[in-house]
């Protein structure tokens, strides 16, 4: 039976240290989350990472925009946060509506606040290896493979689909901690021989139960990053009750990856805090 890569509890864990390093540092983060619309996946994850603020210490504020917000009433605020001398970091949840353009949004936040780790600068940086903020998901996932004692370098890791904020930041992560890396997508070839040469497989594709046993080599450690509604449960892009058996670790959905990327996200908006705190210069 494979080993249950429980992200609740080292999330849990790692809040709770957090929140003992911001009461001994006497800085107060302030994290400051937009979002527009009323989309009830989107409310929910705002709502828990106001909750992760809470049980750390760190302020925050929820700026909410109707769903037929403009582009330019969202860029209006942005400014303000950037110039908001009590704000650290600032996250825009995403998706955005179709009408808003999301990379003139994201692009609008200072680098030194963007705590999400989207900004083309930041993007850069971790691409060139020398990374600031990285995108709270894949890093997220590093922590966890990390605290749970899986050794990456060396490994052959897949992951599956693209993103900006998932598949190609997860590449670069793991391709800085030297892992041999292969990226696939919906045109890629064979799929399923891809998959099964993975010592660590990623994926992100948003497919409920796409990744079944026969696509998994024997052994390899599986990482699920998709969250699917089906019939009012949530399940990931694995078929989680046929691959535990032939896998030697995995993630559950729910329980697994969500909870690392927020509290990566509180561990990102400290920093920011730290690093403003010090007039650093990055």
């Known amino acids: 039976m494979a080993t249950i890569l429980d992200g609740k509890k080292i999330a849990d864990m790692r809040l709770e240290i957090l929140k003992e390093e911001i009461e001994d540092s006497r800085i107060y983060p302030r994290l400051a989350t937009v979002i527009v619309g009323n989309d009830p996946a989107s409310q929910m994850y705002v709502r828990m990472k106001h909750r992760a603020c809470e049980k750390t210490g760190i302020g925050s504020v929820g700026i909410e925009f109707a769903g037929d917000a403009t582009t330019d ?5 942005v400014t303000q946060l950037n110039n908001d001398a009590d704000i650290d970091g600032i996250l825009i949840q995403l998706p955005l ?11 609008a936040v200072f680098p030194e606040k963007d705590v999400d780790g989207f900004h083309p600068f930041n993007l850069g940086l971790l691409f060139s290896g020398r990374p600031r903020f990285e995108p709270c998901t894949p890093k997220g996932i590093m922590t966890l493979l990390s605290e749970y004692k899986i050794e990456v370098a ?3 890791a897949v992951v599956v689909g693209r993103s900006i904020d998932v598949g190609r930041p997860m590449a670069a992560l793991f391709t800085n901690a030297d892992a041999t890396v292969t990226i696939c997508h919906s045109k890629t070839k064979d799929l399923t021989e891809e998959l099964r040469h ?11 139960h796409y990744i079944t046993r026969e696509m998994v080599r024997p052994g390899a450690i599986v990482i699920d990053v998709g969250i699917n509604n089906v019939n009012g449960l949530l399940v990931g892009d694995v078929d989680f009750e046929q691959v535990q058996h032939v896998v030697s670790a995995i993630t559950p959905v729910p ?10 996200l509180m561990e990102n908006t400290f920093t920011a805090a730290n690093v403003r705190s010090c007039d650093t210069v990055w």
């Open 97 to 107: 509506p179709k009408q808003v353009d999301t990379a003139r949004v994201i692009t």
């Open 255 to 264: 329980g697994g990856v969500g909870p690392m990327t927020i509290a990566t």
């Open 73 to 77: 009433q969202v860029l209006q605020t």
């Open 154 to 156: 060396g490994t052959r």
């Open 198 to 208: 993975a010592d660590i497989l990623v994926s992100a594709i948003g497919r409920a």
